[in-house]
């Protein structure tokens, strides 16, 4: 089993920016890649960004050139780092973990974004 907790989540105007964290306990060792998605009230969960075990990166457009993914595997640590927010990107933040033995997720973060 793995544990992911996220943290850093709160409320932020426009323009404003917001780090957050997956912190990632138990079997580790069987992580390879981790992903973000995000939820906003009364809409499906949507994929944010990825980052392989070998460090390769997507995004999803809606979000490519302001967030940042990236992990420290010594820290077993996950973050996304979102930068000029706006009203749209609201929404509470899951990390996920996808391995052979399921599909680990997070409690979530809620990112507020006041215009």
């Known amino acids: 089993q793995v544990q992911l907790v996220e943290s850093g989540g709160g409320l932020v105007q426009a323009g404003g920016s917001l780090r957050l964290s997956c912190a990632a306990s138990?079997?580790?060792?069987?992580?390879?890649?981790m992903a973000w998605h995000r939820q906003a009230p009364g809409k499906a969960r949507e994929w944010v960004a990825t980052?392989?075990?070998?460090?390769?990166?997507l995004y999803a457009s809606s979000v490519k050139g302001r967030f940042t993914i990236s992990r420290d595997n010594a820290k077993n640590t996950l973050y996304l780092q979102l930068n000029s927010l706006k009203p749209e990107d609201a929404a509470v933040y899951y990390c996920?973990?996808?391995?052979?033995?399921?599909?680990?997720w997070g409690q979530g973060t809620q990112v507020t974004v006041s215009s």
């Open positions: 980052i392989s075990g070998g460090g390769s990166i």
């Open positions: 996920n973990a996808p391995t052979a033995r399921g599909t680990f």
């Open positions: 138990g079997n580790t060792f069987i992580i390879n890649g």
